[in-house]
């Protein structure tokens, strides 16, 4: 079904209103327009005033203020409280910071965030590091389960109770009428109970589908462990979740973003190998344009779709510019290249060490890849790739020069999502090549215990998390969180880029890797920003610029270099407060 026939008709004006004001004619390789919204007629007097503080605005040409002025939801006016006072008027509201310091409006450069508001809704298992706890989470599911309904949730990871995989035997005698499947945090591998894999027809003869595993006992029946493109099998028989829960979960992942100063997200979708490349689609037309329609987003979004589905995207783009207003941005296509490091699935020059004959796995044909990155990108789409590996990493690098070299030099801002572990000299090619690494520093967090057993300890020391390495080589690092891989949460993704030490570490893990502060909450403002085409509007406290900025618990900038430790006291959107 083409989407415009599944429009309600205000939203079908509202791209009308958008198409009629756009103009732009091009021949052979299409740009898609930037439109931008930046509203050039600020009224001369604030809306709010916030003054005394210490703040940080990610602008290379200020990068400290005391006070700011913001009107009409933008930046009016910041600087010294002399010049900002200059637009105050009787309607102005003014906020005494007391010295406490604010940064821009965090911009999360990872997240799935509809299923990470599903998630919430759910059986959440994210950091349960007892495997009694989690059999406990799943039988309280399950007393409050209708007798058929399905237990769906997931966040678990088995490295952090000591390894064991879980198995549908942990599960079944309290779950005997009702089917379980919990995701592992990587998204990478699906727990089933019994009456799962009944349903799903996963027998002891059923075969491991291409680019997937069914686990299985010595003795060859299934465990109830499905690995990527297996999952499929259980997946494709979730019933469809309700508008309204996907709208429900739109609302939570928004409230739980905003408490932690995120004001931006970069929505990859719930997208997974395996998955349909048409549930993000309806995502956006059920939840995202719908919700904005209804003018209740709370948090704004960046939308990147499966690769596969490019015509789509860039018909939409073309339709309405490369935002639908100042909540719902247009990002690009998303691909896979390598699983993940936790499920040994992630592309290495060399086998893993607990797996000698295992290099990981290649998701997607490099040709077939490379043809759809070409058409998607002479479209002006945006592309961003999954790679996590080392040589996945190198190959995605190949492809993008390939692209570069085909399709012509331009700021097309190819991404890489994770680049994880990178050989020698692949930083610097991050950096040369203009390649974007859009980075998670809470995922150190996990591999910090076990990337050395996974990787020998030498290889893991030289590749993991080479954020200062990037920065050095001149590369835009972008920081997220991959939620609900990991917490959403960027003030402990900066101390962890910063510092580089989990709770339970005496050092760091690779000191030379940790970076400064402020490289750090730039990789969460006007980097990100970059990384997804809005900077035009977003990523920094700069004259025109949105006003979306978090007050922070701190009132030095110097503890808050040092210990790179701070809390949220409040989150503005548009110079709204938001939170609490
Ligand atoms: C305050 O800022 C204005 C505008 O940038 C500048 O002209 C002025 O000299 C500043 N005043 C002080 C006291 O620094
Ligand atoms: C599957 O294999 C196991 C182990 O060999 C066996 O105990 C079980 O009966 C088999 N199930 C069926 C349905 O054949
Ligand atoms: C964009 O829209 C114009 C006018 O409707 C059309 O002529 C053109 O072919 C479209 N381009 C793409 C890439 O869809
Ligand atoms: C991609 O593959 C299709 C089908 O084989 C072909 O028609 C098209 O020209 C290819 N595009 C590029 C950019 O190579």
């Known amino acids: 079904m083409n989407f415009l026939t599944v429009l309600s008709a205000p939203v079908c004006i509202l791209l009308a209103i958008l198409t009629a004001s756009l103009h732009f004619h091009h021949p052979a390789i299409y740009f898609l327009p930037w439109k931008n919204l930046q509203d050039t007629s600020l009224p001369l007097e604030a809306d709010l005033i916030i003054r005394n503080g210490v703040i940080f605005t990610s602008d290379e040409s200020l990068p400290f203020a005391d006070s700011m002025a913001v009107a009409n939801g933008r930046v009016l006016r910041i600087g010294n409280n002399s010049f900002v006072?200059?637009?105050?008027?009787?309607?102005?509201?003014?906020?005494?910071?007391?010295?406490?310091?604010?940064?821009?409006?965090?911009?999360?450069?990872?997240?799935?965030?509809?299923?990470?508001?599903?998630?919430?809704?759910?059986?959440?298992?994210?950091?349960?590091?007892?495997?009694?706890?989690?059999?406990?989470?799943?039988?309280?599911?399950?007393?409050?389960?209708?007798?058929?309904?399905?237990?769906?949730?997931?966040?678990?990871?088995?490295?952090?109770?000591?390894?064991?995989?879980?198995?549908?035997?942990?599960?079944?005698d309290f779950t005997p009428n009702n089917p379980v499947w919990l995701s592992r945090m990587d998204g990478h591998m699906g727990w089933a109970n019994s009456a799962t894999l009944r349903l799903a027809g996963i027998t002891n003869s059923t075969e491991s589908p291409r680019g997937g595993t069914i686990v299985r006992s010595a003795d060859g029946e299934p465990t109830g462990l499905l690995v990527d493109s297996a999952m499929t099998l259980v997946v494709s028989r979730i019933p469809e979740l309700s508008i309204d829960d996907r709208r429900e979960a739109l609302q939570k992942a928004s409230d739980l973003a905003l408490t932690k100063g995120v004001t931006t997200v970069v929505d990859v979708g719930r997208y997974f190998p395996g998955v349909s490349a048409d549930l993000p689609w309806e995502d956006f037309t059920d939840v995202y344009q719908w919700t904005n329609a209804m003018s209740k987003m709370k948090v704004r979004v960046c939308l990147f779709f499966p690769m596969e589905t490019w015509p789509r995207l860039a018909d939409l783009v073309n339709k309405t510019g490369r935002a639908l207003s100042q909540w719902v941005y247009f990002g690009g296509v998303k691909a896979f290249f390598d699983g993940s490091l936790g499920s040994n699935s992630a592309l290495f020059y060399q086998p893993y060490q607990d797996e000698p004959d295992n290099y990981g796995l290649q998701l997607t044909e490099l040709d077939a890849l490379l043809n759809m990155t070409l058409e998607s990108d002479l479209y002006g789409l945006q592309i961003a790739i999954h790679a996590i590996g080392d040589k996945a990493n190198d190959l995605?690098?190949?492809?993008?020069?390939?692209?570069?070299?085909?399709?012509?030099?331009?700021?097309?801002?190819?991404?890489?999502?994770?680049?994880?572990?990178?050989?020698?000299?692949?930083?610097?090619?991050?950096?040369?090549?203009?390649?974007?690494?859009?980075?998670?520093?809470?995922?150190?967090?996990?591999?910090?215990?076990?990337?050395?057993?996974?990787?020998?300890?030498?290889?893991?020391?030289?590749?993991?998390?080479?954020?200062?390495?990037?920065?050095?080589?001149?590369?835009?690092?972008?920081?997220?969180?991959?939620?609900?891989?990991?917490?959403?949460?960027?003030?402990?993704?900066?101390?962890?880029?910063?510092?580089?030490?989990?709770?339970?570490?005496k050092d760091a893990w690779i000191p030379s890797e940790c970076i400064s502060l402020e490289a750090a909450i730039k990789g969460y403002t006007i980097s990100a920003a970059r990384a997804s085409f809005i900077d035009n509007d977003l990523g920094s406290l700069s004259f025109g610029k949105l006003a979306d900025f978090v007050i922070l618990s701190t009132d030095s900038w110097k503890d808050f270099a040092e210990t790179a430790s701070a809390s949220v006291e409040a989150t503005y959107v548009s110079g709204v407060r938001a939170y609490p």
């Open 85 to 172: 006072q200059e637009v105050a008027g009787h309607g102005t509201q003014v906020l005494d910071l007391e010295g406490k310091v604010v940064v821009p409006g965090f911009i999360d450069s990872h997240v799935h965030f509809i299923s990470g508001g599903l998630q919430v809704m759910q059986v959440g298992l994210r950091g349960v590091n007892k495997k009694e706890e989690v059999i406990r989470r799943i039988k309280e599911a399950a007393e409050s389960a209708k007798p058929g309904s399905w237990i769906l949730g997931g966040g678990w990871n088995n490295d952090q109770w000591g390894g064991d995989l879980p198995a549908a035997y942990w599960i079944d």
């Open 396 to 505: 995605i690098l190949d492809l993008h020069s390939a692209v570069a070299s085909t399709n012509g030099f331009r700021d097309r801002r190819f991404r890489i999502e994770h680049a994880q572990h990178l050989a020698p000299g692949t930083p610097q090619r991050f950096g040369k090549e203009g390649v974007i690494a859009s980075v998670q520093p809470d995922h150190l967090l996990a591999d910090a215990d076990f990337a050395a057993k996974k990787l020998g300890n030498d290889r893991a020391e030289r590749e993991s998390y080479l954020f200062k390495s990037l920065l050095d080589s001149n590369a835009l690092v972008a920081f997220g969180s991959d939620w609900p891989v990991t917490d959403m949460n960027p003030l402990s993704g900066i101390n962890l880029a910063v510092k580089r030490k989990p709770p339970n570490w």
